[in-house]
Every structure is written in structure tokens, then in C-alpha cells.
């Protein structure tokens, strides 16, 4: 595992700390892995979102539709 050291203010430190004490992380580092994983999953839900934003519309989301996805979800529970 690589190092890397952060500077940071008194504040945001103390606030680390604390973060680490109450919510039972090990070190800072765990907590700050944790928060880079986060900000990981965050950006490629994003990144999902987009493409389905710009993606062209293939169906309409009505009543019908909806009536269809839980049929099938039904059938596939009798499976």
C-alpha cells in the first residue's frame, strides 16, 4: 500500500479526529479511505446518470409499462 501525507488545517483535523473516535474507524486513514471510496461510487453513479440522460428514449414509462415490468417480475418470482 502506497503513502500519502495531507495537510490540514487544525479544524479539519479535530473534525477528523472525531470522526474516527465516534464512528469506530481505526485510524484516519481508514476513515479517509472510506471517504475517497465514497466519492469513487459517487462519481460513477454520476457518470451512469449522464449516459442515461443522453441516451436516446426507447420506451415510454406509462401505466402499461409498468403493468408489463410487474408481470414479469411476477412470473420470474414463480420460477
Partial sequence: MSTMNISLPEALKSFV????TSRDYSSSSEYV???????????????????GAASPLSVTADSNYFGQLRDRVREAGRR
Avoid: N, T, W
Fill in 17 to 20: 479526529d472525531q470522526q474516527v
Fill in 33 to 51: 479511505r472510506e471517504l475517497i471510496r465514497k466519492d469513487q461510487d459517487r462519481q460513477h453513479l454520476r457518470g451512469l446518470l449522464l449516459e
